[in-house]
Antibody, heavy 119, light 110 residues
């Protein structure tokens, strides 16, 4: 069965960077795009970007361009999301989420990683 | 890219139907048949309910149905059950490998 297992909660200071990992299993890693979505406390879902694990190509939401980097390691079936210049508004649960075969919806979600930005 | 607009709340009694909307623009909802809907219970990850406007993944009850007209998509939950009380989010493809979520609708079962 498809599983997406994310790294544990993080506490960071303003201005720092955070790197969240997402290890995939139960399917062919390079055959499905992976989204990153975040959710601030009590708020809605926010799309951050998408990575093609096959070739590493990425598309980032305009809001995060210049601050986010998504990468992948095909040897370990893991995708990473790094967000830099953190501010308090970046406090949120960050989800990796595998696209469906057509690539246009999210079929499977990780358990989420809470990132807290606080001085 | 602005979030798609959803009503903040919707409600219905058990057994009733509730329908709520997801309004975008011709650059997202209106431009593509790639609207999906997600259900999220408190403290849980979202769950896919509908993809490509009206298709249901296996395992999703046929009480959930989706449609689209112009720049507005809609989700209908028929035969409301207590477990349907949750937050619901739409999501649309917005071109050039971009996506946008809706603002979310909290459904209350009275």
């Amino acid at each position: 069965q498809v599983q997406l297992v994310q790294s544990g909660a993080e506490v960071k200071k303003p201005g720092a960077s955070v790197k969240v990992s997402c290890k995939a299993s139960g399917y062919t890693f390079t055959s499905y795009y992976m989204h990153w979505v975040r959710q601030a406390p009590g708020q809605g879902l926010e799309w951050m970007g998408i990575i093609n694990p096959s070739d590493g190509s990425t598309t980032y939401a305009q809001k995060f361009q210049g601050r986010v980097t998504m990468t992948r390691d095909t040897s370990t079936s893991t995708v990473y999301m790094e967000l830099s210049s953190l501010r308090s508004e970046d406090t949120a649960v960050y989800y990796c989420a595998r696209a469906d075969y057509g690539g246009n919806s999210v079929e499977y979600w990780g358990q989420g990683t809470l990132v807290t930005v606080s001085s | 890219q602005s979030a798609l607009t959803q009503p903040p709340s919707a409600s219905g009694s058990p057994g009733q139907s509730v329908t709520f909307s997801c309004t975008g623009t011709s650059s997202d909802v209106g431009g593509y048949n790639y609207v999906s809907w997600y259900q999220q219970h408190p403290g849980k990850a979202p769950k896919l309910l509908i993809y490509e406007v009206s298709k249901r993944p296996s395992g999703v009850p046929d009480r959930f149905s989706g449609s689209k007209s112009g720049n507005t998509a809609s989700l209908t939950v028929s035969g409301l059950q207590a477990e349907d009380e949750a937050d619901y989010y739409c999501c649309s493809y917005a071109g050039s490998n971009n996506f946008v979520f809706g603002t979310g609708t909290k459904v209350t079962v009275l």
